[in-house]
């Protein structure tokens, strides 16, 4: 197997990778293994501090919002959490859990915790509520663990006047196979790599002359072929999406006569996900094809066990 990230990816959080001298069950492997066994940190556990004071100058606020704290909590639990995988260990690996209560564990070397303290509007403020975001979340240790930037604008929740809210959150590591908050990526498919094939040029035209282009911006047309063919993953995507506006029931198949042909290359395959933001794009696919070889080197080793 041999994996290749496509000309001009990773954009942003995504990607699209080629796979070659494999099969489908192959890749499907791959996909399950970002799906469900590649680590990630994600929150788990929320502490809500409750109560009623006075701010400095005597108005009294009260500790509630307009959420169920088990619905904040979950919405904390899908916020992307920064994750360095060689610098945490699962809550269960942690020496420093040894011989404590579950309900005890937590140290720097399993956990991340964040702080949120925040009140709604004065109650002269011509503002009748206030809006939490995850940027909202500070972390009670290095900077870098910090919510990123583009996360920073997911609403948590809104406070009114005279509420405030304050809540320590706990992030640790865990598998998309325990829940959905530890999986790293969304929108995870294959399909087979295929070529396009400018069989009848004339009728072509039919497509070209409608002016199409892709997201890129590039024209759907005559100059994507090289000796009547294109091999180039991206523009043959764009085609295949492109060959819809010509296809049964636009009332124009009769005149392109599927001037364009799709063929399959044997053994190769598009990859493609979106990272949450937690992990780089391409961390996740290698820490996916890690998990595997993992749980195959275990295997063989119960194997030659058995049989010795």
Same mark, same amino acid.
Not at 32 to 51: C, N, S, Y
Not at 82 to 101: A, G, H, Q, R, S
């Given at each position: ?16 990778? +080629?796979?070659? $001298?494999?099969?489908?069950?192959? +890749? ?8 469900? $066994? ?5 929150? &788990? ?29 979950h919405r904390l639990a899908m916020v992307p959490?920064? &994750? ?5 260990? #699962? ?37 009748? #509520?206030? &809006? ?23 609403? =948590? ?7 405030? *809210? ?8 865990? @598998? ?10 969304a929108a995870v498919a294959f399909q087979p ?18 002016? =199409? &282009? ?9 100059? *994507?072929?090289t000796n009547k063919e294109c091999s180039d +993953? ?6 295949? @999406?492109?060959?819809?506006? +010509? ?14 042909? *799709? ?7 598009? #990859? ?37």
């Amino acid at each position: 197997m041999k994996a290749e990230v496509v000309n001009g990816w990773p954009k942003d959080n995504r990607i699209r990778i +080629v796979i070659s $001298d494999t099969n489908a069950s192959q +890749v499907n492997s791959i996909r399950r293994a970002i799906l469900a $066994d590649v680590p990630k940190m994600a929150i &788990t556990k929320v502490r809500f501090e409750q109560g009623v004071t006075q701010d400095n100058q005597g108005e009294v606020i009260e500790s509630v919002n307009v959420l169920p704290d088990e619905v904040l909590a979950h919405r904390l639990a899908m916020v992307p959490v920064p &994750t360095y995988l060689d610098e945490f260990v #699962f809550p269960e690996d942690d020496p420093n859990n040894e011989n404590v209560p579950e309900d005890q564990w937590g140290s720097p070397l399993s956990q991340i915790i964040y702080h949120l303290s925040i009140r709604g509007p004065n109650s002269d403020s011509e503002e009748d #509520f206030k &809006t939490v975001y995850a940027g909202d979340l500070n972390v009670l240790g290095e900077t870098k663990l910090q919510i990123r930037d583009e996360h920073k604008k997911i609403p =948590l929740t809104i406070l009114a006047k005279g509420q405030y *809210l304050e809540l320590y959150a706990y992030a640790t590591l865990g @598998r998309g196979k325990q829940h959905t908050k530890w999986c790293p990526a969304a929108a995870v498919a294959f399909q087979p790599r295929q070529r396009a094939v400018l069989a009848k040029p004339k009728k072509a035209k039919t497509l070209f002359d409608l002016n =199409l &282009t892709s997201k890129s911006g590039r024209p759907i047309d005559s100059k *994507l072929f090289t000796n009547k063919e294109c091999s180039d +993953v991206d523009a043959v995507l764009d085609l295949e @999406r492109a060959l819809h506006q +010509v296809g049964p029931g636009t009332g124009r198949d009769t005149d392109f006569d599927d001037a364009i042909v *799709l063929e399959d290359i044997e053994g190769e395959y598009v #990859f493609s996900f979106e990272s949450d933001g937690s992990l780089e794009p391409e961390e996740v696919f290698n820490r996916a094809c890690d998990e595997l070889i993992a749980r195959f080197d275990k295997i063989d080793a119960e194997v030659d066990s058995a049989f010795a």
